[in-house]
């Protein structure tokens, strides 16, 4: 499949084989990313689903990507949302944390993908309805 990369037009080929989607084991994800995994495999086990994909030309990834259906699901802890000296050392750095999370949206919109982040207090409220709210047709 291709793909531009995340400062550029230039375009990559994305390697699908690498990173298809074991439904059956959690492949050292988070838990929360876990319970996300189990939740949608109903409604994406006859798609073409990638896990912990790497950007082209760069280091970021995106923890599940419909590319079926062209949708991406990032699953955010809650510490990704507001400082905090523990997990980001100072505001800078907790800016350019942010600045990649930005970087992700832009990525997904650019090469025509709805991007869903949900955060840790979603993961309780799982459904078809909180998709739909933020613009996913399961």
């Known amino acids: ?28 994800v988070s838990r929360p990313q876990a319970l996300v995994k189990q939740f949608l495999y109903p409604f994406w086990k006859g798609c073409v689903v990638l ?4 950007i082209p030309a760069s280091r970021l990834r995106i923890d599940l990507m419909n590319l079926s259906r062209r949708q991406i699901v ?3 802890p809650s510490s990704s949302h507001s400082f905090n000296r523990f997990f980001h050392k100072d505001r800078f750095r907790f800016g350019r944390a942010v600045q990649r999370d930005l ?36």
């Open 1 to 28: 499949m291709k793909v531009t990369g995340l400062k550029s037009d230039r375009l990559y080929n994305l390697k699908v084989s690498d990173y298809l989607i074991d439904w059956n084991r959690a492949r050292e």
């Open 51 to 54: 896990e912990e994909t790497r």
């Open 74 to 76: 990032e699953v955010s």
């Open 103 to 138: 970087d992700k949206v832009a990525w997904a919109e650019r090469n025509r993908f709805t991007y869903v982040e949900l955060t840790e207090e979603d993961i309780d409220n799982l459904s078809a309805d909180l998709f739909r709210e933020r613009g996913v047709e399961l």
